[in-house]
């Protein structure tokens, strides 16, 4: 049976191989290269500090990750956040994600905000390095397409679209539910 707990600083480097795959072998992440596990292992601890970073595990094992960061780190943006989340590539379409998600939005709402998004990368056509399966799965846990930059990253010497998707938790009764 699978458990979603928080991370923990020894989990680094299992959610640093997963997070490797997708660097060296996919569009999915934009970075051009691994950062290393020190690099890693900090940003990590920075992240799971101020909101949630949760794994999954199951017989044992990490089979992926999701956090939540700031969307931009002013405080009028306070009651949002930006979603990302990472499932082992051999495990994938096994639900692992989508329970990620949900245990995610359940303690993002808990926490008090209204809207969460997610920056997916978006495929011009054909590609072997990237697929929408990303943008289904966002769209099947409730997300919206709001936004497309055309071509603004470039990695595997293709150009990519990316589009921002948004979910409302909820909707503020006023103005002042944003105080």
Do not use: Q
């Amino acid at each position: 049976m699978p458990c979603i707990r928080r991370v923990k600083e020894e989990d680094c480097k299992r959610i640093h191989e997963i997070y490797s795959y997708y660097v060296l072998n996919t569009a999915i992440s934009f970075d051009l290269s691994v950062p290393d596990e020190k690099e890693f292992k900090e940003k990590t601890a920075h992240i799971s500090a101020k909101h949630p970073y949760l794994v999954i595990e199951d017989e044992g094992e990490i089979r992926g990750y999701a956090y939540a960061d700031f969307l931009k780190e002013r405080d009028a943006y306070a009651h949002s956040c930006e979603v990302s989340i990472y499932v082992d590539k051999d495990y994938r379409k096994k639900g692992y994600g989508r329970a990620l998600y949900e245990a995610l939005e359940k303690e993002l709402t808990e926490k008090g905000l209204y809207n969460l998004y997610a920056c997916i990368g978006d495929p011009i056509g054909e590609d072997e390095y990237l697929n929408n399966d990303s943008e289904k799965f966002h769209s099947r846990m409730g997300y919206k397409k709001v936004g497309v930059f055309s071509k603004c990253g470039k990695k595997f010497n293709h150009f990519y679209n990316v589009i921002w998707m948004e979910k409302n938790l909820k909707e503020p009764s006023d103005l002042n539910d944003y105080s």
